[in-house]
């Protein structure tokens, strides 16, 4: 027994648990123990909370930055494709004008835009929605204007393209943006104009119509 509890007493994963976990008189371990562990344990799991804020974070600013990539991409694709259809129409108006085989006024330009001038597939202003109306005439007050009076569609019924038939231009109209100026810039790049505001328009307009 003597030498069986001597191999017992001299047992590595005794001593290592003796040493690494010290205890009180009655055996068991100070409270101080149970602290330290339970904070380091606390320490950790701020630290895995914090990784995984700063992860989720860095992934909507990701999301984010390709959100508007992509927009400004698909924004692009629609403004060549509005400005090649504005060109379109434009031709059409011209090969008409020459020829002389619709109604003309006394402008000498067509009263109105057909859809069969184009085999029945009309020319879409993608920067718009398919359901908005296709082509709106000036109206009498706009027949001295190169652009309509409101360039875009923030009322909600305006038409994709404006046609003033006393001067022969059509025009795209362009989406309400956060600014007045950047639906300027859009309206400008989509009919490769130079407009330059409501304001102007109606001053060079009033200087057209004054008297010499």
Known sequence: MRNRVG????????????????????????????????ALRRDSLRRI??????????????????DSMRHDEERATAIAS????????????????AGES?????QRFPNAISADWFDGVRPLNTLLGVDRPWVELASIDELARTHP??????GGDGAMFWYNPARGVVRARVP????????IRIYNEVNETAYEGP????????AQAKPE
């Open 7 to 38: 191999r017992m007493r001299f047992c590595p994963w005794m001593d290592r648990g003796a040493a690494t976990t010290p205890r009180d008189s009655e055996g068991n371990a100070p409270m101080g123990i149970w602290r330290s562990w339970i």
């Open 49 to 66: 909370v914090a990784d995984v804020l700063i992860v989720v974070g860095l992934s909507a600013i990701g999301f984010a930055i390709y």
């Open 82 to 97: 509005t400005r090649a259809n504005v060109r379109a129409i434009q031709a059409q108006l011209d090969l008409y004008v």
């Open 102 to 106: 619709v109604s003309i006024n006394d």
């Open 149 to 154: 009076t409101d360039v875009t569609v923030g």
């Open 176 to 183: 309400r943006t956060l600014t007045d100026a950047e639906a």
């Open 199 to 206: 304001m102007t328009e109606t001053t060079k307009v009033a």
